[in-house]
């Protein structure tokens, strides 16, 4: 009778301190609702004190303790960022079509007919050699050509009147045909001594002056078409494949980081480098500002395409002794926990591999009470930032900072 007593003074004091806990506590509203205490008592009119709604702390109660059984939180939508790899790399330009212009023949330079940096046009003359000898061999050759036509038309009047032999008239057409590839001999020597621009383009520093004595390849002038430049660079054989003509990409010149300019690649060479190991990349860029220069050194940034993962808030992810892990929040409104691994960080967000959807949302704030299948009630949901950072750059070596 007395064990009886004791046991019934022990249950009042422990229901006393519960109904105490719960009427004056806050914090008592989630440990009660888990335990399926929290509702009966409400229902009874017992006056149990409620998680505040504005999810402040009180009585030293979580954050995010919501009425009814769910859990308020702050959720974020997942979004899906391509990650693709930046190649960077160092290219040298060329012109796209650059030639050093000699002459045939040697001799002494009579004139120049453009200066240093100028612009010329495809036939423009640019210089001559002494072509006295040649300007005179045309005028004979061009006096033996009316004599062996006006023979030629003697004897086409005398084979009319049936006065001219066979033998005259096949002497007469040979010494006029003679005649012809005499002028015409003649004007080729004259213009092996005529130096004419093949392209349009812009003249580099003369170093001749007329009155020069030069000989056959002396260099007169470089010619440079630069309104479109050719970049040429390497890439590591790891990359073979991921790189094809038609791709683009960036370049600034290392001395003006800030000019960016886009490009075209033309061309990939058709094996790897047994020296090192590395891939030969053509590309053209466009310069008909003429801003760039042929020899100038350029950092050369291409955008490899990669896989679509979730990016998410750094805050989101969780570590338990199973690994890291999100918890996810369906259409249903209860959450689940997802395991994740970080593909990338980045300043404002992580991209992780994860079986998430673009549909799902991950809990940002509020995550101290959750357990898989809960309940949530969600009163934010936020977009997540830093998503369209770029991808980590590859260096030169083939190397690549990632986590």
Do not use: C
Not at 253 to 266: A, Q
């Amino acid at each position: 009778m007395k064990l009886a007593k004791t046991a019934f003074v022990w249950v009042a004091l422990f229901l006393a301190a519960v109904l105490g806990w719960a009427i004056f506590l806050p914090a008592s509203q989630p440990i009660l609702d888990r335990a399926g205490l929290w509702e009966p008592m409400k229902s009874l009119g017992i006056p149990v004190a409620e998680a505040p709604a504005n999810g402040a702390q009180g009585g030293g109660g979580p954050p995010f303790g919501g009425g009814g059984g769910a859990e308020r939180v702050i959720a974020q939508q997942v979004a899906f960022v391509e990650y693709g790899d930046r190649l960077g790399a160092i290219g040298t330009a060329e012109a796209l079509r650059s030639v050093i212009l000699t002459p045939d023949v040697g001799g002494r330079l009579t004139a120049l007919h453009v200066q240093s940096g100028d612009s010329v046009t495809s036939g423009d003359l640019i210089a001559e050699i002494d072509a006295e000898p040649q300007r005179l061999a045309i005028n004979r050759a061009e006096i033996a050509l009316q004599d062996a036509q006006a023979r030629a038309d003697r004897v086409a009047r005398l084979r009319d009147s049936g006065t001219a032999t066979d033998v005259q008239i096949d002497d007469a057409a040979l010494s006029l045909r003679q005649a012809e590839l005499d002028l015409r001999e003649a004007q080729f020597e004259l213009s092996r001594r005529q130096i004419s621009a093949p392209f349009d383009g812009y003249v580099g520093l003369l170093s001749l002056e007329p009155g020069n004595q030069i000989n056959a390849g002396t260099e007169i002038a470089r010619l440079d078409d630069r309104a479109r430049l050719r970049i040429n660079f390497e890439v590591p054989e790891r990359l073979v494949g991921l790189i094809a003509a038609g791709d683009r990409f960036e370049i600034s010149p290392l001395s003006r980081p800030t000019d960016l300019s886009e490009g075209v690649v033309r061309a990939v060479d058709a094996r790897v480098s047994q020296d090192n190991r590395a891939l030969r990349i053509e590309g053209e860029i466009d310069n008909s500002d003429d801003r760039l220069r042929p020899g100038m050194a350029f950092r050369v940034t291409v955008l490899l395409p990669g896989e679509a993962y979730p990016a998410i808030d750094p805050l989101t992810v969780q570590w338990d002794r199973r690994g890291s892990f999100v918890w996810a929040v369906g259409d249903d409104d209860t959450v689940r926990r997802v395991s994740i691994d970080i593909v990338q960080r980045r300043d404002e967000a992580v991209l992780v591999r994860a079986d998430l959807s673009e549909d799902d949302r991950v809990i940002l704030e509020g995550v101290q009470n959750l357990r898989p299948g809960a309940a949530v009630n969600i009163t934010e949901t936020r977009q997540v930032n830093g998503a369209d950072e770029q991808a980590a750059e590859i260096q030169p070596d083939g190397t690549n900072p990632d986590i």
